[in-house]
């Protein structure tokens, strides 16, 4: 039991720093946070963020199987993401 409540303190903790370096910074291919909190819920605390919505996800596209040439533009612009997110101090 104590294992599980330390692990959701510390899935809690790394959500809060994403969501710092989201709603602080800026980075073409970082999500953008709009809102974040913590609410009680059934007397839990639980961490939320508020974002945009976009027409398109990443799998979507997958599952409609898009081809090879497209596949490489993708995954260039979430590695920068990583990239950006791990020098704003995120460990992903």
Not at 57 to 76: F, G, H
């Amino acid at each position: 039991m104590l294992a599980s409540v330390a692990l959701r303190q510390a899935e809690a903790k790394t959500l809060s720093e994403r969501n710092w370096v989201c709603a602080k910074h800026s980075h073409r291919n970082l999500i953008k946070v709009l809102a974040s909190g913590v609410v009680t819920w059934d007397g839990e605390k639980c961490p939320f963020y508020v974002m945009p919505l976009y027409q398109k996800i990443l799998r979507n596209l997958m599952d409609a199987k898009i081809s090879p040439p497209e596949v490489l533009p993708l995954y260039t612009q979430i590695l920068d993401g990583v990239e950006a997110a791990q020098l704003y101090g995120v460990d992903h």
